[in-house]
Nanobody, 122 residues
Framework: VQLQASGGGLVQAGGSLRLSCAASGLTFSRYTMGWFRQAPGKEREFVGAITWSGSSVYADSVKGRFPISRDNPKNTLYLQMNSLKPEDTAVYYC?????????????????WGQGTQVTVSS
């Protein structure tokens, strides 16, 4: 199984980025997919998740700014990041879990991507 996150970069506050996560080696449409982030010196933090059917949940810090979507035929997960703030700076990871366990807990995800750096300048 491989999850390949991409799309990170340097952006000014107020700007946008779209992250992608290409999945292979698993039946993508059966998995709940999540996005997490980790800033230097901080624990990994839940950003949002989307079930196989398209239902999504979000952390309060990103609700209304970071919609998550998925394209099951293309085995790809997306995170559209709008109205970016300096505090959104982190390495962003995609992850997969087979089920509907607590979306916010990293321990419930069995597969992880390698992460992509997002830096928001003020």
């Amino acid at each position: 199984v491989q999850l390949q996150a991409s799309g990170g970069g340097l952006v000014q506050a107020g700007g946008s980025l779209r992250l992608s996560c290409a999945a292979s080696g698993l039946t993508f449409s059966r998995y709940t997919m999540g996005w997490f982030r980790q800033a230097p010196g901080k624990e990994r933090e839940f950003v949002g998740a989307i079930t196989w059917s398209g239902s999504s949940v979000y952390a309060d810090s990103v609700k209304g700014r970071f919609p998550i979507s998925r394209d099951n035929p293309k085995n790809t997960l997306y995170l559209q990041m709008n109205s970016l703030k300096p505090e959104d700076t982190a390495v962003y990871y995609c992850a997969a879990q087979l089920g509907l366990s607590d979306y916010e807990s990293p321990t419930n995800y069995v597969y992880w991507g390698q992460g992509t750096q997002v830096t928001v300048s003020s």
